[in-house]
């Protein structure tokens, strides 16, 4: 089964790219094989932000954290898609950077990022999906955003 058909199979879809109107800079790069892409946040379905912000610990749960990454995550698919037409053409996830908005004490950071992780494992199974990873707390992210996540895969030529 391919990528694409196992993604439709658990019943996901892809968003909207996200929305980066006035940002100077692009949300993938493709060079040579490697496509890096830059930090996403959590998108709806049309590709705006999504309404959950806050820092985790404090406004937002790390349980709302989770959903924030996967949503995440499904955004990074989507550039992946726009950036090489499709999901088959991953041929590996090389390193995923999960940022997250801490509240003041709050160190459970790494089961946050885990929704980016078990999401890609999901989709991609552990040959192609398989990565390295930080997850790190942050002060503040941009406008409020619970998490933030940048990768770098290999394409397939």
Not at 87 to 101: C, Q, T, Y
Not at 149 to 156: G, V
Request: aromatic letters at 8%; charged letters at 20%; a negative charge.
């Amino acid at each position: 089964m391919s990528i694409d058909d196992k993604f439709k199979t658990l019943g996901l879809q892809l968003p909207a790219p996200m929305q980066t109107a006035n940002l100077p800079f692009d949300l993938y790069r493709l060079d040579g094989q490697i496509l890096y892409l830059s930090g996403h946040v959590p998108t709806e379905s049309d590709g705006s932000m999504a309404k959950v912000l806050g820092k985790v610990g404090a406004e937002v749960t790390p349980e709302q954290a989770y959903e924030a990454a996967r949503k995440v995550t499904l955004g990074m698919f989507a550039s992946i898609v726009a950036a090489v037409g499709s999901l088959d053409r991953v041929e590996a996830w090389l390193k995923v950077f999960g940022m997250v908005n801490v509240a003041p004490g709050f160190k459970t950071i790494p089961p946050v990022i885990n929704g980016c992780s078990d999401l890609i494992l999901e989709v991609f199974g552990a040959d192609v999906g398989a990565h390295t990873r930080s997850a790190v707390g942050m002060a503040e992210l941009p406008f409020g955003v619970p998490v933030e996540i940048e990768a770098q895969l290999k394409i397939r030529l």
